[in-house]
């Protein structure tokens, strides 16, 4: 591809809280740090359910040390990449 092409794809990404993306939808989701969502609030298993919910084709969970528990069961046998 191209470099400015590459370019014109990046332009299309963006970053945003749970909060903000709250009744969207995105072909594709990358949730980082799910245990950092879920114990920034009161509200963080809202949304962490949020964050996950958004994606109608890929999502992506990049995270550091074992998944919160409440996602464990959730993705056992999903295949892993990286």
């Known amino acids: 591809m191209a470099p400015d092409a590459r370019l014109a794809e990046l332009a299309h990404?963006?970053?945003?809280?749970?909060?903000?993306?709250?009744?969207?939808?995105f072909d594709a989701v990358v949730v980082a740090d799910p245990a950092a969502i879920l114990a920034q609030s009161p509200?963080?298993?809202h949304d962490?359910?949020?964050?996950?919910?958004?994606?109608?084709?890929?999502?992506?969970?990049?995270?550091?040390?074992?998944?919160?528990?409440p996602l464990r069961a959730a993705f056992a046998?999903?295949?892993?990449?990286?």
Do not use: F, I
Request: net charge positive.
């Open 48 to 69: 962490l359910y949020v964050a996950l919910t958004r994606a109608t084709r890929r999502l992506t969970v990049a995270h550091h040390g074992p998944l919160p528990e």
């Open 13 to 25: 990404l963006g970053a945003l809280s749970a909060a903000q993306c709250k009744g969207l939808e």
């Open 77 to 82: 046998g999903r295949p892993k990449s990286g």
């Open 43 to 45: 509200r963080g298993g």
